[in-house]
């Protein structure tokens, strides 16, 4: 089958790399940090005087050029984190999709629901293996499943170079990486969809009287 019209995208690496960058970026948590020259340990005196030593002009031990000294220009732990709005975040993952649909390496699957046991799912991929690549290995698969068949997820957990997710959960960075992608056919129908919860501006809110104090009686 082709893929939905909505998954197509004109080609524009700019944005893929640009979302791939971004992704990378929030994998490590950029935590490190060097003591610069004021938090050293180390005596404040100026290590010889300033003139007629035939030295340097110098001030204390701290200095970045000694060893021991502070560092300068290093990472100080605080990560700037890099963003991308959701829309393009969306554009990207149809530019990798459509790329990679143009290479032959994305490959719709029926019936993933019915797997029973790892067995079965490695026989459907070498299937899927010997007759889309034509026998080719395939160094890293990357399964898609729908919501609905998230069970399905642990006959693949324990064969070699492939991974398994849902539909919903695919960026650019893990298609383009992902190698042959397989994805579930349940994902694109309105069942596989993952459903919405009701706004709050849907429920009738009920409105509560107050009730009236009979003479005599006291507000509390």
Known sequence: MDLPKSLLEKENLALLAQSIRVYENRLHKGTPKIKNRSEINASGAKIWRQKGTGHARHGDVKAPIFVGGGKAHGPDGLKKTLSLPQKMRKKALNIALSLKS???????????????????????????????????????????????????????????????????????????????????????????????????????????????????????
Do not use: H, M, W
């Open 102 to 220: 143009q290479n032959g390496e994305v490959i719709v699957a029926e019936s993933l629901s019915k797997l029973t046991r790892t067995k079965d799912a490695q026989k459907l991929l070498d299937e899927i293996i010997k007759k889309e690549l034509k026998g080719n290995k395939a160094n890293k698969i990357t399964i898609a499943l729908a919501d609905e068949n998230t069970k399905t997820r642990i006959f693949f957990r324990n064969i070699k170079s492939t991974k398994c997710l849902l539909f919903r959960q695919l960026n650019a960075y893990k298609v383009f990486y992902g190698g042959l992608i397989v994805i579930d056919k349940d994902a694109f129908s309105p069942s596989g969809a993952k459903t919405k919860s009701k706004k709050t501006s849907d429920v009738k809110k009920k409105k509560v009287q107050p009730k009236s104090l009979k003479q005599g009686e006291s507000k509390k």
